[in-house]
């Protein structure tokens, strides 16, 4: 058990995911005039249990790339088993679909789409070795998922999803947002054994100004779509003085990403209240 522990310690560290989970749950629920706070609570459980239920996957689907370059990882040095790991994927998908069950029979019908493209995933699509060497498909391929959590989200809210502007606007937030995350989570640059940089972040692959320059894309544009989704220019203002606060620190790479942490979550709590 308490190499379990040591194992979610390293590989899937609480405090960032569940200010992820409830910053991206608490967007979901800004975007509409119906929200339900309560509704926060369970969007954030039933993400959390999901990226955890992903990173276990991860751990099969990159072990040769974990062997490979960070062998001090728990899995690659033994530190957890394939079986406990498949305990723990197993008790994050009860829970992923316990906290859907708790939103109803239209929840549960409306998760399915997220949870098969996650099968997918976990399949690289069924062409892996063609996913890896193409980074720019593979990442795209991988936030559909967000696309489809969207429209979970708001299918939830509303009962029902209908394509109005607002609808649209609403899952572009959701889009932009989570994918923000996903740059900050791998902007700092990684290095095998050899301090060689590997292949596999963003600021390695692209640069680190384009990685920093989409980057900031992203979050002007959840603030965009905040500002038109709901008329106040609240959003726009907060992240143009967020923006320059990161361009006194845009060299430091804990800065951006702390400072992007921060707008995230900023723009959440805001959507819940203007």
Do not use: C
Request: glycine share 4%; aromatic share 18%.
């Amino acid at each position: 058990m308490f190499n379990i522990l040591i194992y979610i310690r390293e590989r899937f560290p609480i405090i960032p995911v569940l200010l992820f989970a409830f910053g991206y749950a608490a967007l979901a629920t800004g975007t509409s005039t119906n929200n339900k706070f309560q509704l926060i609570f369970i969007f954030a459980a039933i993400f959390s249990f999901f990226l955890l239920r992903q990173r276990v996957v991860d751990e099969f689907k990159d072990s040769y790339h974990d062997r490979k370059n960070f062998p001090d990882r728990p899995v690659p040095r033994g530190l957890i088993s394939k079986q406990q790991l498949i305990i723990l994927g197993a008790v994050a998908l009860f829970f992923e679909w316990f906290f859907v069950y708790l939103l109803g029979v239209k929840a549960l019908i409306a998760y399915i789409p997220v949870f098969l493209y996650s099968l997918l995933m976990a399949k690289e699509f069924v062409i892996p070795e063609w996913l890896n060497r193409h980074f720019n498909l593979y990442l795209l391929s991988h936030e559909v998922i967000f696309i489809l959590f969207g429209l979970f989200f708001i299918t939830v809210i509303n009962g029902s999803f209908v394509a109005t502007n607002n609808s649209y606007l609403a899952l572009g937030i959701l889009l932009t947002a989570p994918f923000s995350i996903e740059i900050i989570r791998k902007f700092s640059p990684r290095y095998d054994k050899k301090g060689k940089p590997v292949q596999d972040t963003y600021s390695t692959v692209w640069g680190r100004d384009i990685a920093l320059s989409i980057l900031v894309l992203l979050l002007f544009l959840t603030a965009l779509f905040l500002t038109l989704l709901k008329d106040s220019y609240h959003y726009l203002l907060f992240v143009l003085i967020s923006f320059f606060i990161l361009l006194l620190f845009k060299s430091s790479d804990k800065a951006v990403k702390t400072i992007g942490a921060v707008i995230f979550l900023g723009l959440a709590i805001l959507a819940n209240i203007f």
